[in-house]
Nanobody
Framework: EVQLVESRGGLVQPGGSLTLSCAAS????????MSWVRQAPGKGLEWVSA????????YYANSVKGRFTISRDDAKTTLYLLMNSLKPEDTAIYYC???????????WGQGTQVTVSS
């Protein structure tokens, strides 16, 4: 059974930093691309970032490019998202998601709340 468990988020002041992690199990982590997706209050899902398996090439939404860094540790089967220079508009529930061969999300974590506020 695929399991994705995000770390606890939290309350961060604008301009602050926070790192999220996602512990994966139930599948061969190193064989799959992974993504972070978020949902702000009252809005739809927004893809944030992705990292491929193998060459670990990374991709970012324009809204977070230059501020967020996605990474993975295949030995620990863990996905990370380092978030710097956080803005109130980054407030959302953040989900990690496993990507299938077609690039679709086929498994999701439970989500973790990140609130950026003074």
């Amino acid at each position: 059974e695929v399991q994705l468990v995000e770390s606890r988020g939290g309350l961060v002041q604008p301009g602050g930093s926070l790192t999220l992690s996602c512990a994966a199990s139930g599948f061969t982590f190193s064989h799959y691309a992974m993504s972070w997706v978020r949902q702000a209050p009252g809005k739809g899902l927004e893809w944030v970032s992705a990292i491929l398996h193998g060459d670990e090439k990374t991709y970012y939404a324009n809204s977070v490019k230059g501020r967020f860094t996605i990474s993975r540790d295949d030995a620990k089967t863990t996905l990370y998202l380092l978030m710097n220079s956080l803005k109130p508009e980054d407030t959302a529930i953040y989900y990690c998601a496993k990507c299938n061969a077609e690039g679709d999300f086929d498994s999701w974590g439970q989500g973790t709340q990140v609130t950026v506020s003074s």
